[in-house]
């Protein structure tokens, strides 16, 4: 009589493999850190109401990123590097001379006063996610440099050094609005 048997392979080490493999690739993997961007979303406009506003042109600064990745202010091409400077002097400029404490060129073609200036940011459907990034970074450091210059000057403090109270007070002297939707 003969006995149809396979051979057979000890299996009892395998566990023990795939653990050891597992663990070999868990301590050799790198995980890239996510990038991406700490924003508050506004509230959703309520059913039955209009929620747009009309804000005056020259209250407006528009940032555009086209699909070649070029930054475009005002029909203007500007280089990442130089973005942080315009964004400052939009923010700062002080046109209608209500800003006590604003240092811009007061120019009555710019923004009004920091809490009128809005920066209207725009990207192309092809825009990489890199320069994307890397334009909201640029422009919050804008608002974060205006607020740090604002909190010596007129509070006697370095921003990381403020009460809440003072804090509040700086974020509304220099309000962080920055749009994506759609302008008019």
Not at 4 to 11: F, G
Not at 24 to 38: H, M, P, R, Y
Not at 69 to 96: P, R, T
């Amino acid at each position: 009589m003969r006995h149809n048997t396979s051979p057979q392979v000890n299996a009892g080490s395998m566990a023990d493999i795939a653990f050891l493999l597992l663990i070999f690739f868990l301590v050799t993997t790198t995980i890239s850190a996510d990038k991406g961007i700490n924003r508050k979303l506004p509230a959703e406009c309520p059913p039955g109401q209009t929620c747009d506003t009309d804000i005056n042109e020259r209250n407006i600064l528009r940032v555009i990123i086209n699909n070649d990745d070029e930054i475009f202010v005002e029909d203007n091409i500007v280089a990442l590097s130089d973005l942080k400077g315009v964004a400052k002097a939009f923010l700062d400029n002080n046109g209608d001379a209500s800003c006590v404490y604003c240092n811009g060129k007061k120019d009555t073609k710019s923004s009004d006063n920091p809490n009128e200036a809005i920066i209207s940011l725009q990207n192309g459907k092809l825009t990489s996610y890199e320069m994307y990034v890397a334009v909201q970074d640029i422009l919050t450091q804008a608002y974060y440099e205006l607020r740090e210059d604002y909190a010596k000057s007129v509070l006697g403090k370095s921003a990381n050094k403020l009460t809440e109270a003072e804090l509040i007070k700086v974020k509304d002297a220099y309000p962080f609005l920055i749009s994506e939707a759609e302008t008019k």
